[in-house]
């Protein structure tokens, strides 16, 4: 181990907490140096493939040319600068561009800085829509398993107690259903009329078609669409959170457009500034923002993040968009679709597969053998990637991956080699 290697890890260990990180069981971090394309570089010069597009963020590549130019052109014209009372082009650009690639009907983009608050920032407008028309709602509806963000409301509508445990006697009131998979989707519904009668439901949060952090787990859409229809009827603001599926890894731009029943609002961050700077963005139809639209103040969303609209995140947004609609990375993400097509086809009967699923460029499979989220195991997984040049996050007995849509057909080989490798081994 050089020198300098160990003593970033070493000054990172005595400086820094890191997120979803139990030190005493975790003491180093691996110190990356550079990024390129769908690789990462530790100080050796040992790459790494970015499976996950660092938290599906980077799905263009990392460091990608045209980004940084944006950001570097935008950095000399107008940094930071506050957002109530003032606005400039890159806000309006990125906001007007959005809207006319959004399904019909949204009509206002509200600027945050991250995933949660994007979330956070939706169960607030439907909670605070109703208080406006005087109706006396204050509980939000969500799935089991899904997941949201860390911030509090979006943690109480986050069904994963191994992130919210500590936390519980101080969550907004929620109430939870099963996911619709096609079987169950009838019983879904008649809990769903059931639950309506006894609770006052404000909004529905739900991630459309595949829950990522409960391991990628896809379920049915056309009961997702039922329960749409169903909220719909009841007056109880349907917010789609697309932070982890928008900007195209579902093989459309955004999940929603694959299910009949649009939503209300929609939540944005991850690939949505390609992961070059920290942005959300909350959307919403214009009836929701109606309800706030007042003499009075106080019907207001008094909700405010000082990075709100920064110019360098929005026009880095927009630039990731003109991205994603050419014909280059169409091209790409189908190549992708593709090859993860004729993979599963290829493995899906091998004895140590639970299972096997794909939804556009995400691919995810379970492992035969009963395992910890966080457990040894686990970690034996993720070193055995990175000991093959493969960054990858395994949630317990699941492995997936979101790759890059400009992954190189070497470098996806080299993932499913290693998948196979991987079912023989453990
Ligand atoms: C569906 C979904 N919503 C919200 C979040 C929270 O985003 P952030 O980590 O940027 O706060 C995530 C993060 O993975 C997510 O997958």
Redesign the pocket.
């Given at each position: 181990m050089s020198k300098q290697k160990s003593s970033l890890k070493k000054r990172d260990s005595e400086a820094i907490w890191h997120p979803l990180t139990q030190h005493k069981t975790h003491k180093y971090s691996l110190p990356l140096s550079k990024a390129k394309g769908a690789l990462l570089y530790d100080e050796k010069g040992n790459s790494y493939i970015d499976a996950i597009c660092s938290?599906?963020t980077a799905m263009y590549g990392h460091c990608n040319d045209k980004l940084v130019k944006t950001i570097s052109k935008q950095a000399q014209e107008l940094d930071q600068v506050i957002f109530s009372g003032f606005t400039h082009k890159p806000a309006i650009d990125f906001a007007e561009k959005l809207l006319n690639i959004l399904p019909e009907g949204f009509s206002k983009v509200f600027y945050n800085?991250?995933?949660?608050?994007?979330?956070e920032i939706g169960i607030k407008m439907a909670l605070q829509y109703h208080y406006n028309k005087g109706a006396e709602r204050n509980t939000i509806l969500a799935f089991e398993e899904?997941?949201?963000?860390?911030?509090f409301g979006?943690m109480s509508a986050s069904g994963l107690s191994v992130y919210n445990g500590p936390f519980e006697e101080h969550f907004i009131k929620v109430v939870r259903i099963p996911k619709p998979n096609g079987e169950n989707n009838a019983e879904v519904l008649s809990q769903l009329k059931q639950l309506c009668n006894d609770k006052k439901i404000a909004g529905f949060i739900y991630?459309p078609l595949i829950?990522?952090?409960a391991g990628m787990k896809i379920y049915d859409k056309s009961g997702l669409n039922d329960l749409l229809t169903f909220c719909k009827s009841k007056n109880i603001i349907c917010i789609a959170?697309?932070?982890?599926?928008g900007f195209g890894k579902t093989g459309t731009c955004f999940a929603s457009e694959q299910i009949k029943e649009k939503p209300d609002i929609i939540?944005l961050?991850?690939a949505l500034t390609a992961g070059m700077l920290?942005m959300?963005a909350t959307v919403c139809q214009s009836f929701i923002y109606e309800a706030f639209y007042d003499k009075a103040i106080s019907k207001g969303l008094f909700h405010a993040h000082t990075y709100s609209g920064n110019p360098l995140a929005c026009a880095v947004a927009l630039e990731a968009i003109n991205l994603y609609q050419s014909s280059e990375i169409q091209q790409n993400i189908q190549h992708v679709i593709q090859a993860h097509r004729h993979f599963m086809a290829e493995i899906h009967n091998h004895p140590k597969l639970k299972d096997i699923r794909q939804l556009g460029v995400i691919l995810a499979l379970d492992l035969n053998i009963e395992m910890e989220r966080y457990g040894n195991m686990r970690d034996k997984i993720y070193a055995f990637f990175m000991e093959r040049g493969i960054y990858l996050r395994p949630l317990g007995q699941t492995v997936y991956i979101v790759p890059p849509y400009i992954i190189s057909r070497e470098e996806l080989s080299q993932i499913y080699r290693a998948f196979r490798e991987m079912l023989n081994e453990f």
């Open positions: 938290w599906y800085d991250n995933g949660s608050t994007a979330t899904g997941f949201h963000g860390d911030t979006a991630e829950q990522g952090a959170d697309e932070v982890m599926t939540c961050s991850k920290p959300g």
